[in-house]
């Protein structure tokens, strides 16, 4: 399964940057690194395209042996000795912010983790997913993006597409604002309730939706004018993404406390964003309707 | 004690926001509000002005019962019970981000804490400090900045300079980059090593040393001439300032967490900022000077 999982992120990864590479016309800047403790990984960053202002795909292999704090944690309620301190985990993670405030930003990740030799019940399992960030409401764009998806779960007795919708309006909930990150997708952790074969398909399925969940979205938005304000609007949604990913995003923050490679972890960032003391939208406006959704998760799914 | 501080903080804040508005050619924007559990605050905020970006100082008196996670962690060790589980806190707060680039941000904070009726040893401290953050670094503003604080410390037996300000460089750290946040200044916390009234005398001369510690350094730095190379650096230093600020700091963390205003809280947060993959300076660059004295503090005291 190591293999597999390894072989598949690797794949995607090219997949993706290739489509990325022939729409932003840039070629991506690559960082092949090395992890103190064990592994690495290979990242790729496009900037100063025609159509992203940032966009990263990571994909990294690590292993090492937990620490007593992290063996705590995911031991299950397990006391960790020995062998089963050793961890393995790869995965791919990918955050794309294009220039038009038309076009929403997208993040995506897909891994798989092991103690020991990921033979004991509980000891391995699959987590992921992939959710959408606009700044404003084309629902059009929500519903394809969750369709998508949707049929990647529907095709797996393991997945549970409501489930996993809901987990992830629940997970990318920036509580202090009262609103989620964007209009959701799908999230999943600890997936281990069938064979490993039959978590594998499916992570890969759906690592495998991500660009036609995607790309058409961007297609229809890319180009579409838009306005001084609306852009100032876009940088302002910019800031709660990262408000987001600093204070409760936990990818973010166990790479920052266990001596992760840094500019590979806040890749995730934005390259520019705003905050205004007291920013107000009007009432009905485009905005307001944004604020709507992120205030009140809606389905997505029409039947 | 009370009505003293607060008598203090809100004269202070109306000497600092009448000069800060005399600088900015720009009235502050008022926002009085009140807090559901007890008390209220007054905060300003300077926008759209000729010197600041975004500047606001605000001042809070709050009153309430510590929650039982609270009191654990302020109790001392002892277990709080009936109204040794009242609080009262007050405190001015004031985070200036100047337009130009040569010209640095500026921190500070002063506050009195008590529970219950503030009579038993340990039950009453203050807290505050005072510190430099500039993009591009300038020795004889981080001396100047530092001297003025010295010398209030100097006149009171309770403070200790350079146990404050080494403390402000270990606080203000930003861990996974290896960075302070700035040139740092004074830092203290759970001050009662002497009489309320002395300890009173000490954070009153800090806090009437803001503007002579602050405003010479401004004068001299607000009109220098810069370039879009410059101001874009700034901003990279404006996105640490996020990052420390959102990561790290107690008092935000603090107020996200426990229903504060949020906007009052995140007042402290750049108009805007940014993240670049893999930024580097050229050695021996006005950047790299500036990023050496973030990884090594320096002493800023002539004798």
Redesign the interface.
Known sequence: MRQSMIDMVHQIQDEICEALRSIDGVEY?Q?EWTREEGGGGRSR?F?GGEVFE?A?VNVSVVHGTLSPQAAQSMGGGHELQGKDLDFFATGISLVLHPHNPMAPTVHANYRYFERGEGKKDGSWWFGGGADLTPSYLFEDDAQHFHDVHKKACDLHAVADYSAFKKWCDEYFHI???GERRGLGGIFFDDLNGASKTECFEFVRDCARSFLPSYLPVLERRKDLPFTEQQKQWQ?LRR?RY??FN??YDRGTKFG??TNGR??S???S??????????HEVAEGSEEDLLLDVLREPRDWIIE
């Open positions: 800047r960082d960053v900037s940032k990263g509580k202090h604002r940088q800031g990262v408000e600093l204070v920052l406390t840094i500019e972890i806040l890749m960032l934005p390259l520019t964003s705003r905050w205004e003391y007291c």
